[in-house]
């Protein structure tokens, strides 16, 4: 799948917008493949896979595109 980052906290996590998707996705920085956390920017554009948690869907294997 294909969003954008909406939002980044300097906790080391964030939420992707998704397109024709009401609900934004939280990824940690933890979840990041081939990027630092430090170098994303908010309205990058990013590639992830959704999974499944505890609390909810959140993005996995994301890399900025």
Do not use: C, W, Y
């Not at 920017?41 to 948690?53: N, Q, T, W």
């Amino acid at each position: 799948m294909e969003g954008t980052i909406k939002t980044l906290k300097e906790q080391g996590f964030g939420f992707i917008t998704v397109e024709g998707d009401p609900k934004d996705l939280f990824f940690h920085k933890n979840e990041l493949k081939g990027v630092n956390f430090e170098d994303l920017k908010v309205g990058d554009k990013v590639s992830f896979e959704k999974a499944e948690s505890a609390k909810g869907l959140n993005a996995v294997n994301v890399s900025r595109i």
